[in-house]
């Protein structure tokens, strides 16, 4: 089975701060995505990435960058935290772009951040 | 661009009796869908997926859904429910905009069971 792990389940930080949350997949996926869950709004996909170095902004980039030095290995990064970020974030992974548009992705269990 | 409509955000069912999740889509094209679990506190599990082999797709735990192109919809059901499939659930649609094959997601429908 597929292991996607997220390094923290609830995270506190405070406004202002730079924060790091990492994923980490044992499958040897390339593609790997970060979303952030909100109550009635559903996931949201903030970037992702289709290769080791390689990123692409999703649907809600501002306040975020991402870093994929590794393959197996993709960290989202809160430049200057704001309350506005607290959030559930969720890491996902699939296996390739060139295995078509029905590949599943597989997800860890989500980092809680709160921003005070 | 492909987005998918949950049209309940709460449903509650007692056990042992039909679960009927909703859910419309809009695609320009054929398109990729899945349903989506996720129970508290955990990540989201893959329940099934749409390939466009078989308009009627079985998913795991006794969960079905049926492609249907002239209502657009891809509704998720279950012929008797049970406590453990108390849960949040997400229709999905493949993106096909820049975000390549990542997905949309609707914004959830959250399943009561009942004793």
């Known amino acids: 089975d597929v292991k996607v792990t997220q390094s923290s389940r609830y995270l506190v930080k405070r406004t202002g701060e730079k924060v790091f949350l990492e994923c980490v997949q044992d499958?040897?996926?390339?593609?790997m995505f970060w979303y952030r869950q909100d109550p009635g709004l559903g996931l949201r996909l903030i970037y992702f990435?289709?290769?080791?170095?390689?990123?692409e902004k999703g649907d809600i980039p501002e306040g975020y960058s991402v870093s994929r030095e590794k393959k197996e290995r993709f960290s989202l990064i809160l430049e200057s935290a704001s309350t506005n970020q607290t959030s559930m974030y969720l890491c996902?992974?699939?296996?390739?772009?060139?295995?078509?548009?029905?590949?599943?992705?597989?997800f860890g269990d989500g980092t809680r951040l709160s921003i005070l | 661009a492909q987005s998918v409509t949950q049209l309940d955000s709460h449903v509650s069912v007692s056990e042992g009796t039909p679960v009927l999740l909703r859910c419309n889509y809009s695609?320009?094209?054929?398109?990729?869908l899945f349903w989506y679990v996720q129970h508290p506190n955990k990540g989201l599990q893959l329940l099934l997926k749409?390939?466009?082999?078989?308009?009627l797709v079985k998913g795991i735990n006794g969960f079905e859904a049926e492609f249907k192109k002239s209502e657009t919809s891809f509704h998720l059901t279950k012929p008797s429910a049970h406590m453990s499939d108390a849960a949040e659930y997400f229709c999905?649609?493949?993106?096909?905009?820049?975000?390549?094959?990542?997905?949309?997601f609707g914004k959830g429908t959250s399943l009561l069971v009942t004793p």
């Open positions: 996902a992974s699939s296996l390739s772009r060139w295995q078509g548009p029905n590949q599943p992705q597989h």
């Open positions: 499958m040897d996926h390339e593609n």
């Open positions: 990435s289709y290769d080791v170095k390689m990123k």
């Open positions: 695609s320009s094209y054929s398109p990729s």
């Open positions: 749409y390939t466009s082999a078989a308009t």
């Open positions: 999905v649609v493949r993106s096909n905009s820049n975000s390549g094959y990542a997905l949309n």
